[in-house]
């Protein structure tokens, strides 16, 4: 049986180009003991795979160029030589964008498609339910009546975000990229103000505007010009969890990416700025876990998901995150009728 692979194929200078990937055809390796086959049915693309095709030092080792890129899949285990799964069982884990993965049956867990759908398992209830939980309530400590602001709002995580501040009683101010992300997120997702950074005039005057008794909470996605806006109006003791700097994942040069010196006002309000990597939390991923569960049973947690259709599209679907092509999760249903 023949297996197709995505691999990288050189580092990107820059918003990453379809140039930067291959496609390479490979036969399915013959399982050892303790192994499963698992058939990949939706692969997660995510942001934060733009700093591993760099070689700059992070977290996280680089994707290693001419190897398979790997991420989180959710997929169909259809052979198995452990005891810990049979055939049918759907699971989850960090696997090779590939259509088949061999896999060591500990490095994958199973996922129950009855309590909610599989792609679900990538977003609200897999890494990125779980980024929001932490970086929200363990940093921000959101109180009831204090203002919560969120950039990258209409994402994956920054959704998420925005709705547990509110379950908190917290008054919610989403910063996104268009209006239709905006009114998704007063009207859906019942966000107390938006601002569309592209559009406005004036993006310190809308945020100020949007939060007039300051900002106590600031769940940082982008970086750049909307951090530095948001974080001049901090109130004291405001926290600041950072979770992402998408706008300076591509940049080429450090002076495309100068902005205010922040130490004077973190000193003068006494604010938390903090830099989480939510694998920090993974002793607490199961409590975490049943309170995202339940509230999404319960109706109190919506989520979207943009999912591109097809094996062959995930670098376009990947590199659509720097165009702000997304609503909440994106990610790609792989189909095997191709």
Not at 4 to 25: A, H, V
Not at 138 to 160: H, L, N
Not at 198 to 217: H, M, R, W, Y
Not at 237 to 252: E, K, L, M
Request: proline share 4%.
């Amino acid at each position: 049986m023949k297996n197709e692979q995505i691999l990288l194929k050189s580092r990107p200078n820059g918003t990453p180009t379809e140039e930067n990937f291959e496609f390479k055809e490979v036969n399915v390796p013959d399982l050892k003991e303790g192994e499963t086959l698992v058939k990949t049915l939706y692969i997660s693309v995510d942001p934060y795979m733009r700093g591993r095709m760099s070689t700059a030092k992070s977290y996280v080792e680089p994707f290693e160029v001419n190897e398979v890129i790997s991420g989180g899949v959710v997929g169909e285990v259809i052979e198995s030589k452990s005891d810990k799964l049979k055939n049918g069982d759907k699971v989850t884990g960090m696997l090779g964008w590939q259509r088949y993965n061999a896999v060591d049956s500990s490095k994958v867990r199973k996922v129950n498609e009855n309590l909610a759908p599989l792609s679900a398992y990538l977003g609200v209830l897999g890494t990125t339910g779980l980024t929001a939980y932490f970086g929200l309530l363990d940093i921000g400590q959101p109180k009831e009546g204090e203002t919560v602001v969120i950039s990258g709002a209409a994402g994956a995580v920054g959704m998420i975000v925005g709705q547990i501040a509110k379950l908190k009683g917290a008054r919610v101010i989403g910063i996104a990229g268009s209006d239709k992300k905006t009114a998704y997120l007063e009207k859906e997702l019942g966000f107390d103000a938006t601002i569309n950074y592209k559009t406005t005039e004036n993006l310190f005057k809308s945020i100020k505007q949007a939060c007039p008794e300051g900002v106590d909470v600031y769940f940082d996605n982008v970086g750049g010009a909307v951090s530095d806006a948001v974080t001049s109006l901090l109130n004291d003791y405001a926290r600041v969890p950072v979770c992402g700097a998408i706008s300076s994942y591509n940049i080429t040069s450090l002076r495309e990416d100068m902005g205010p010196r922040i130490q004077p006002k973190l000193i003068k309000t006494r604010a938390l700025m903090k830099g989480f990597i939510v694998s920090d939390y993974a002793p607490h991923f199961k409590e975490a876990a049943q309170d995202l569960g339940k509230w999404l049973s319960e109706g109190k947690l919506k989520y979207e998901e943009t999912i591109v259709e097809g094996f062959k599209n995930v670098p376009q679907a990947f590199i659509g995150l720097f165009k702000g092509e997304n609503l909440g999760k994106q990610m790609v249903k792989v189909t095997h009728e191709e």
